[in-house]
């Protein structure tokens, strides 16, 4: 289990880097979420999921890692619902 969830905290974080990498391919699905300065939180969005993935990765802050990547879908998903 330890490794499934490091390589997914190594996916996440790749995830992050490709919103600076390729910011246009995020720009359709964030623009749901956040209409108004939309290529902002696309960097603000992979500089946190870079941040969370980093966390999951590393053994001795996964569980923060984790319980912070909780937050963040709810908190997506609540601005989505908007």
């Known amino acids: 289990m330890a490794k499934l969830t ?3 905290g190594v996916l996440l974080a790749g995830t992050g880097v ?3 990498a390729a910011p246009k391919l995020f720009e359709p699905v964030s ?3 956040f209409p108004e300065d939309t290529r902002q939180w696309v960097y603000r969005n992979g500089a946190t999921e ?3 993935g980093a966390a999951i990765t590393v053994q001795r802050t996964r569980k923060l890692g984790l319980i912070g990547l909780g ?3 709810l908190w997506l998903a609540s601005r989505a619902a908007r």
Do not use: E, P
């Open 31 to 33: 623009a749901i979420a």
């Open 50 to 52: 870079l941040a969370l």
């Open 6 to 8: 490091r390589a997914f």
């Open 18 to 20: 490709a919103h600076f």
């Open 71 to 73: 937050a963040y879908v």
